[in-house]
């Protein structure tokens, strides 16, 4: 994401690919990254290139410790300088998906919150049936809620109606920096995965 990120933003997941992976567009329809996670690890970890060529990595994502329902997921640049973290909220996150974003110092930045804890389960559950599931994209959508550090609504990330259920869109509702964007994206990336595994 070298450039000046401008919204919405879109994740787009590639259907059928072997490893979970998606593209990410800004307001234009622009590629500003692409992000693939490795298979078969045991800490979950995600690379984020800069296009889908995945000539140029820009961005690691690694679980800090062995999976469990607190672990967190660390940002950092090619280069490995730390950018921030994500964590999610242990038990909380059972019924009502819950995680927070840590900036460069560990000082909570926003908190992403499921606006809608019924439509995740209704999501998760019509999917897994056989021939209906191919649709259910159309009808439960789960939205997340992103507050600020006061509690302050700043931006809405929806998951769209759409063939199978693979796309998202974040929108901005406050004037961020290009840091916090840059950590609420690939908070927000983390966490798409992490949601798509719970089901």
């Given at each position: 994401?070298?450039?000046?990120?401008?919204?919405?933003?879109?994740?787009?997941?590639?259907?059928?690919?072997?490893?979970?992976?998606?593209?990410?567009?800004?307001?234009?329809?622009?590629?500003?990254?692409?992000?693939?996670?490795?298979?078969?690890?045991?800490?979950?970890?995600?690379?984020?290139?800069?296009?889908?060529?995945?000539?140029?990595?820009?961005?690691?994502?690694?679980?800090?410790?062995?999976?469990d329902w607190s672990a967190s997921?660390?940002?950092?640049?090619?280069?490995?300088?730390?950018?921030?973290?994500?964590?999610?909220?242990?038990?909380?996150?059972?019924?009502?998906?819950?995680?927070?974003?840590?900036?460069?110092?560990?000082?909570?930045?926003?908190?992403?919150?499921?606006?809608?804890?019924?439509?995740?389960?209704?999501?998760?559950?019509?999917?897994?049936?056989?021939?209906?599931?191919?649709?259910?994209?159309?009808?439960?959508?789960?939205?997340?809620?992103?507050?600020?550090?006061?509690?302050?609504?700043?931006?809405?990330?929806?998951?769209?109606?759409?063939?199978?259920?693979?796309?998202?869109?974040?929108?901005?509702?406050?004037?961020?920096?290009?840091?916090?964007?840059?950590?609420?994206?690939?908070?927000?990336?983390?966490?798409?995965?992490?949601?798509?595994?719970?089901?």
């Amino acid at each position: 994401m070298k450039s000046k990120i401008s919204f919405p933003v879109t994740f787009e997941f590639k259907v059928l690919a072997l490893s979970p992976q998606f593209s990410v567009r800004d307001n234009k329809g622009e590629e500003i990254a692409y992000v693939k996670q490795k298979l078969f690890k045991l800490k979950e970890a995600i690379t984020v290139f800069e296009n889908s060529s995945q000539a140029a990595a820009l961005y690691k994502i690694n679980a800090n410790q062995w999976i469990d329902w607190s672990a967190s997921y660390v940002f950092t640049e090619a280069d490995g300088k730390t950018l921030g973290r994500m964590g999610r909220k242990g038990a909380r996150s059972l019924w009502k998906a819950t995680y927070d974003i840590f900036d460069d110092h560990d000082k909570p930045e926003f908190r992403v919150e499921e606006a809608n804890a019924f439509a995740k389960v209704m999501d998760g559950l019509f999917s897994q049936v056989p021939i209906l599931g191919l649709f259910t994209g159309y009808v439960f959508n789960p939205k997340y809620n992103v507050t600020d550090s006061s509690g302050q609504i700043v931006g809405v990330f929806t998951k769209e109606a759409s063939f199978l259920g693979t796309k998202f869109r974040l929108d901005s509702t406050a004037d961020l920096s290009e840091d916090e964007k840059e950590r609420l994206i690939l908070g927000l990336m983390m966490m798409v995965f992490l949601e798509k595994q719970r089901g």
